[in-house]
């Protein structure tokens, strides 16, 4: 899809590119967080990351962000079934590769504000750190 050539696509790509800056403000708090291990809550942690990834997979696809939404569905694959049935700790063994990935999609993040799909992010080897997790 050519979102320049239309000006209504693209005052609405434009309009969810504006909205990433308040989810990359949220993902990195829960970087953060998970960094500093100073997490009064974990299950409302990673709900919240979970959250932030399962919008970002259904909705980055659509304005042509296939990396985001690539990393999106990683994240929400890995937390929504740990969230669900209550398995996430701040165990080292999770947060380590959790972190990573959560780096990743900030990266994509901030590549998408930039209108950049950041392709090259396809093969990054953080993005399969959580399989088999």
Do not use: C
């Not at 919008?55 to 079934?81: N, P, Q, R």
């Amino acid at each position: 899809m050519d979102w320049d050539s239309d000006p209504d696509l693209k005052k609405i790509r434009q309009d969810f590119i504006d909205s990433l800056s308040e989810r990359l403000e949220d993902l990195v708090r829960i970087i953060n967080a998970m960094n500093s291990g100073e997490v009064n809550d974990w299950k409302q942690l990673f709900t919240d990351l979970h959250f932030l990834a399962h919008k970002l997979a259904g909705t980055a696809e659509s304005y042509g962000f296939s990396v985001l939404t690539l990393i999106g569905i990683e994240l929400d694959d890995f937390l929504g079934e740990k969230v669900i049935h209550g398995r996430l700790t701040d165990d080292r063994e999770i947060l380590v590769p959790l972190i990573k990935v959560s780096e990743l999609l900030k990266e994509a993040l901030e590549g998408a504000i930039e209108t950049n799909d950041l392709i090259e992010l396809k093969s990054d080897p953080r993005l399969h750190l959580l399989r088999g997790l």
